[in-house]
């Protein structure tokens, strides 16, 4: 307790005095135990929020926290009739959330009585179970990320946390992450606001994300550095660099962080002068074409001495997507890896317009970034990372079927720390501690207590997959196809997801068999050279069209 009361000495002072005072009244009239009781109660109650390391809410809301408790416990009869379904998702639904606390805390997963899903609707999918199952002992999935020009591979989980920055979290956000994937053995994305001390201090892996502010590898004016960037790179703890050149949260969009928010730990870890306005421009300057992109990898790779380099994109003109592709053929440079976000993702706050109806969703640009590197022999060198609303072990399988080698998620590990999804991020009025900047708000985050959480949520979560994996028979994910998941596309249609979206044919597009609309129309778009089209798309659905007669 000596620790606890200078911290809470305001606390601690009005007890006594209001107990003081309840003694004092009693002395002249005994009718005042009536309310001395409840307020010594409440006196109590609020102490021990206050102290308490389990509850968030509780600590930045002493008493009156416990309301959403209780609410919890008639949830069913109140939510049900009053507010919204357990699977109404906004975007995450009750059901989702559950799902992740439980497995963040250890508590039971399972569920009785049932399925809450009309196994009848349209889109309903599952996975198809085997008569033989199989046998799994080891659960840690773990994939080698590095092709053949890096010569610091990187084992990686199938599952880690996605980008999310400094600043868009609080200090005790990335403490708790980082902490959590050092104790579970996986990866940790910094997200675009550079390396912060708080990503170093645990010691966890890191994935370290530029975007195009180049943070934490600037120079004073805002350029790419070299030397910036070998000092950062070159740190044991960084296993692999991830260029981003679109998020799902606002693809094509830039963004600036007020002075006002810019702190002087902010600023270190970005590399940019404290309380002046940190601008993300919505372009990179050190490349402006495929194969720019590409010789900016190669410079990347070989500055940072040869660990894994890739690049991260929500997918958008796919003219753009085989421009790049072309630019491999034509360099012979390759990425490591490509980390495809689908729109439905994001964490960072975005105008609706963008959040809504920009980018691709995570399936089909996965299925098409996939299709297109089998279609021109590059599969085999360039591993895909997906991230997209992940949060159970059946979208891990779907999402590893659909072409992934690995899963990328960020809200659902918000989830494990302690985010009720609020949905007030960008305010800096978090309730929890997860998304503010507000040192009152975010010290209700108790890291020791939120980091094993990170850890458990990851290894249950895996646990999950592998036991669907036991019963469709597989003994790893490395093993899913889209054959493996059925979708019921109407009433009286039920096809496997390979019908639906099929996998490319290994050299296919080498040997120009454009099959599917969006390779005929757009593959003779792209120029390795250009972002712009060689034509303009009306000119190529004409001639597909003519083509098609």
């Known amino acids: 307790m000596p620790t606890l009361l200078p911290r809470h000495a305001a606390l601690w002072t009005t007890a006594v005095v209001a107990v003081s005072a309840l003694v004092l009244a009693l002395e002249r009239d005994p009718a005042w135990w009536y309310l001395a009781v409840p307020g010594a109660l409440l006196t109590l109650t609020g102490i021990h929020d206050l102290i308490q390391t389990r509850h968030s809410i509780l600590r930045n809301y002493p008493i009156v926290g416990h309301l959403r408790f209780i609410l919890e416990a008639i949830r069913p009869e109140i939510r049900q009739y009053f507010f919204e379904d357990d699977r109404d998702k906004s975007p995450f639904s009750r059901v989702q959330r559950s799902l992740v606390y439980q497995r963040a805390k250890e508590q039971i997963d399972k569920r009785p009585f049932g399925t809450q899903l009309d196994v009848y609707e349209n889109h309903y999918e599952w996975i198809n179970h085997s008569m033989a199952p199989s046998s799994i002992a080891d659960t840690d999935f773990r994939i080698t990320v590095g092709g053949p020009d890096c010569s610091q591979p990187v084992s990686l989980s199938v599952l880690n946390i996605s980008a999310m920055s400094f600043g868009a979290l609080s200090a005790n956000a990335i403490l708790a992450l980082n902490r959590g994937a050092k104790m579970g053995g996986f990866a940790h994305d910094t997200g675009e606001g550079g390396i912060s001390r708080y990503h170093l201090e645990a010691g966890g892996d890191l994935i370290w994300n530029i975007g195009s502010g180049y943070f934490g590898c600037r120079d004073a004016q805002g350029q790419f550095s070299e030397a910036a960037f070998i000092e950062n790179a070159t740190r044991p703890q960084v296993r692999m660099i991830e260029i981003k050149l679109s998020q799902g949260a606002k693809p094509g969009h830039g963004g600036i962080l007020p002075g006002a928010k810019v702190t002087a730990e902010i600023a270190a870890a970005r590399g940019v002068p404290q309380g002046t306005d940190c601008i993300s421009p919505a372009a990179h300057r050190e490349f402006s074409t ?19 380099v890739g690049f991260k994109m929500c997918v958008g003109h796919p003219w753009e997507w085989f ?221 597909t069209l003519t083509q098609t007669r």
């Open 290 to 308: 495929p194969v720019g992109l590409l010789h900016f990898v190669a410079r990347l790779r070989r500055l940072s001495g040869g660990k894994p």
């Open 323 to 543: 421009a790049i592709a072309k630019a491999m053929l034509k360099t012979g440079i390759t990425p490591d890896f490509i980390v495809v976000d689908g729109a439905e993702g994001g964490t960072g706050a975005a105008p609706i317009e963008f959040t809504d109806h920009v980018g691709t969703p995570l399936r089909e640009a996965l299925h098409l970034v996939h299709n297109t590197l089998v279609g021109i022999n590059l599969r085999d060198r360039i591993k895909i990372g997906a991230s997209g609303k992940i949060v159970s072990a059946f979208d891990m399988a779907r999402t590893l079927a659909l072409g992934a080698d690995w899963c990328n998620s960020a809200r659902a590990f918000m989830f494990a720390i302690g985010c009720i999804q609020s949905q007030s991020c960008h305010t800096d009025k978090c309730p929890t501690g997860v998304a503010t900047q507000d040192p009152r708000r975010q010290r209700a985050l108790v890291v020791t207590d939120k980091a094993p959480r990170v850890a458990h949520f990851h290894r249950n979560t895996r646990q999950a997959l592998a036991e669907l994996l036991q019963a469709a028979g597989i003994e790893h994910p490395d093993s899913l196809q889209t054959s493996h998941i059925a979708c019921r596309l109407s009433d009286d249609h039920v096809t496997l997801l390979s019908t639906v979206l099929p996998e490319m044919e290994h050299g296919a597009l080498l040997a120009g068999k454009l099959e599917r609309p969006v390779y005929r129309v757009a593959w003779p778009m792209a120029d390795p050279d250009s972002f712009q089209p060689l034509r303009p798309l009306s000119e190529a659905l004409a001639q």
